[in-house]
């Protein structure tokens, strides 16, 4: 099927890891050109990797704090300067609170500050910073990454859950903000994906059992998923990457506003 994404440009926050670069790879693939924003030093590297292995696409990198409002703005407003026309935003960038939090008095109020922060104002500076680009094209969309934590009461790091729910929300603002203009806005959740954020939480939980209670990483994944996904495996970034280019394509001109889960039937609704 062909995506229709030759030539489009695409920014991806959070490309530097995980379901971002997944996401960067799958796009380049695809023919797209790319704008990757991560804070971490390693995005240059993931750009002039996939800038060598796909010369005739515009592919740039550029480091940025999503909470950092200007920066976003700078960095918009080089690619507009540069002729570029942006039309879609993959929005990945998140984290978790690094602790484990049930009971949630694991975690002092102090150590929702910074997830919230990231997760919930990162998201919104984004949304500021190019939906009022794409607007003036009538045209793209904006695909956020939410989570199933979003949508249960998750039994690892409230401030997390918490942040994801607020996001699934404030994307279906914009989804029926943005619609008139032609711009589709949706939410795609994974489940259990092994990326250094999921591997976190394993790390977190981890630390405060007893020794005889701790599981390596793979054994705590391999638990939880057997309670918890009905298709019985990890989910891959390539499958959530699949997905999320699907949902850029005209294919998915119909789609918007939804919360779209890739997580083997972990949350299931009607
Ligand atoms: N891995 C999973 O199991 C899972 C499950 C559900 C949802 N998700 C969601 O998928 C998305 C991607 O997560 P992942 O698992 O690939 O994580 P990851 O840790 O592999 O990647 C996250 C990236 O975001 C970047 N980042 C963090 N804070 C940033 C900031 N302030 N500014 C700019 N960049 C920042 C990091 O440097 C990193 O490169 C996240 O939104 C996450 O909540 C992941």
Redesign the pocket.
């Known amino acids: 099927m062909d995506l229709h994404l030759q030539s489009r440009t695409i920014v991806i ?10 996401v960067a790879t799958a796009a380049a693939d695809e023919g797209a050109d790319l704008a990757l ?4 030093p ?2 240059d590297q993931v750009a002039s990797e996939l800038a060598g292995q796909f010369p005739d696409q515009h592919i740039g990198a550029a480091r ?5 409002l200007p920066q976003l703005e700078q960095t918009r407003n080089r690619l507009l300067d540069d002729g570029r026309q942006i039309d879609h935003v993959v ?6 609170s690094g602790r484990f939090g049930m009971p949630f008095t694991n975690l002092a109020p102090a150590d929702w500050n910074r997830v919230l922060e ?2 919930i104002l ?1 998201m919104v500076n984004v949304a500021h910073t190019f939906a009022p680009a794409l607007q003036q094209q009538k045209q793209g969309s904006m695909q ?6 979003g949508q249960i009461g998750s039994p690892t790091d409230p401030p ?1 859950s918490a942040s ?1 729910a607020a996001g699934i929300n404030f994307a279906q603002c914009l989804a029926r903000d943005l619609a008139p203009h032609g711009i589709r806005v949706n939410t795609i ?10 591997r ?2 394993w790390q977190a939980w981890n630390e405060r059992q007893e020794p005889s209670q701790q599981l390596s990483y793979d054994e705590w994944g391999q638990q939880k998923i057997r309670q918890l996904v009905p298709l019985g495996r990890w ?1 891959t ?1 390539e499958e ?1 990457a699949a997905t999320i280019l699907f949902l850029l394509s005209p294919h998915a001109a119909s789609i918007t506003g939804q919360t779209i889960n890739v997580d083997g039937g972990y949350v299931m609704h009607w």
């Not at 959740?189 to 999921?198: A, Q």
């Open positions: 926050t959070g490309a530097a890891s995980g379901i971002g670069r997944a924003l991560d804070q971490s390693s995005i940025v704090d999503v909470t950092d929005h990945c960038a998140a984290i978790g990231v997760n990162g956020f990454l939410g989570s199933v934590a997390y994801k959740c994974p489940g259990m994906v092994k990326t250094p954020l999921n976190s939480v989910q970034p959530v």
